[in-house]
């Protein structure tokens, strides 16, 4: 995620990332003790976001952020197999976030459009970002 803010930051990305603790208790700590955790354990590595992170929310459930609501209605799952014993919430919907680090992809105007697990490689979003940014692939603007 930090490659793809560093080179189209300037062009209209923005990157946001939300933590939640609803898988396997993954993020249980406070906002600064998650940053810790990214930069030590997950990804790990000495990895610091160079993208907003906001505060620790839920995206499944009951009690799950509006903004994951609207998300998940516009783009299939990624998956249709889930790990109950690892998901802390009820009850588990088909449309679910399936695990930490799921992306999607907003344009502009809030179309979501698309869906990645998070196993994906976040570089792969490359040609989808290009072309909602109106970039010829290699990051040139398009007419220019």
């Known amino acids: 995620m930090n490659a793809l803010?560093?080179?189209?930051?300037?062009?209209?990305?923005?990157?946001?990332g939300f933590p939640c603790n609803q898988f396997h208790y993954q993020e249980p700590g406070t906002e600064?003790?998650?940053l810790n955790g990214v930069k030590y354990v997950r990804p790990g590595g000495g990895f610091v976001p160079n993208f907003q992170m906001f505060a620790k929310i839920d995206v499944n459930g009951p009690?799950?952020?509006?903004?994951?609501?609207?998300?998940?209605?516009?783009?299939?799952?990624?998956?249709t197999t889930f790990t109950p014993s690892v998901l802390m919430y009820t009850p588990i919907k088909s449309s679910d976030v399936m695990w930490n680090w799921?992306?999607?992809l907003v344009n502009k105007t809030g179309k979501v459009i698309a869906r990645a697990?998070?196993?994906?490689?976040?570089?792969?979003?490359?040609?989808?970002?290009?072309?909602?940014?109106?970039?010829?692939?290699?990051?040139?603007?398009?007419?220019?």
Do not use: R
């Not at 803010?5 to 946001?16: A, I, N």
């Open 5 to 16: 803010q560093t080179k189209y930051g300037d062009q209209g990305l923005t990157v946001l």
């Open 102 to 104: 799921e992306t999607f």
């Open 63 to 79: 009690t799950e952020a509006p903004l994951y609501t609207y998300l998940k209605s516009y783009c299939l799952a990624t998956t």
């Open 117 to 144: 697990p998070p196993a994906l490689d976040p570089m792969a979003w490359e040609p989808k970002i290009q072309q909602e940014l109106g970039l010829n692939p290699g990051g040139a603007a398009v007419g220019k």
């Open 32 to 34: 600064a003790e998650i």
